[in-house]
């Protein structure tokens, strides 16, 4: 298993760009989450989902889109990308039960210049 | 809102020695869940530990333990033995027990082990 896997890996973005955040994961897990890490700081969750076709805001939405239209697939679309939307990307996703382990991705560093 | 809360930004110690890093977290629920997460240079978050609330026994993984206190709302990380492999940065965590399975993460404690 791959596990969970995000391209790109690095990506500068002028103002004003947009761009998708791919994430799969081959887990067969149900729950997927966005986050992101600001220098310095701790995650904060952007968006979620709970199965194919349900999404919902986490602690950070604005700026961002999100669509689950597979199991496995969760791309984070920025449209009009922000200086304040530079970051470091994670992707994770976990089985369907409380206490159960999020599994992260590697991370996309994102610079909006 | 829950709020997690790591009063130690960096620490430092020697191989060998023990260190143990602090969080408290800020909840109105008595059902819920605490990790630790290490985050070494590679960027990849690891799960080190975890706890649920309603277990009174500490939680231990080899050489990492917890001292869980559920009345004073404190989640530390006791590491023994440190390793150079230890070095990283340590997340604390906490996950209601309603709703979907959200994280909260603290700021997060640098550590660095010495050799």
């Known amino acids: 298993n791959a596990g969970v896997t995000q391209t790109p890996k690095f990506r500068i973005l002028k103002i004003g760009q947009s761009m998708t955040l791919q994430c799969t994961q081959d887990?067969?897990?149900?729950?997927m989450y966005w986050y992101r890490q600001d220098p310095g700081m701790g995650l904060k969750l952007i968006y979620y989902s709970v199965g194919a076709g349900i999404t919902d805001k986490g602690e950070v939405p604005n700026g961002y889109n999100v669509s689950r239209s597979t199991t496995e697939d969760f791309p984070l679309r920025l449209e009009l990308a922000a200086p304040s939307q530079t970051s470091v990307y994670f992707c994770?996703?976990?089985?369907?039960?409380?206490?159960?382990?999020?599994?992260f991705g590697p991370g996309t560093r994102l610079t909006v210049l | 809102a829950q709020t997690v809360t790591q009063s130690q930004p960096e620490m430092s110690v020697q191989e060998a020695e023990t260190v143990t890093l602090s969080c408290t977290y800020d909840?109105?629920?008595?059902?819920?869940?605490l990790f630790w997460y290490k985050q070494p240079p590679s960027r990849q978050m690891i799960l080190v530990i975890r706890q649920e609330a309603y277990k009174q026994q500490n939680a231990t993984e080899n050489r990492f333990s917890v001292n869980f206190q559920k009345a004073a709302k404190s989640f530390s990380l006791k590491i023994s033995d440190s390793q150079l492999g230890d070095t990283a940065m340590y997340f604390c965590?906490?996950?209601?027990?309603?709703?979907?399975?959200?994280?909260?993460f603290g700021q997060g404690t640098r550590l660095t082990i010495n050799p």
């Open positions: 887990m067969n897990h149900n729950y």
């Open positions: 909840t109105s629920e008595n059902n819920y869940y």
């Open positions: 965590a906490f996950m209601t027990q309603q709703g979907a399975q959200k994280l909260v």
């Open positions: 994770a996703s976990s089985y369907d039960s409380y206490y159960n382990e999020q599994f």
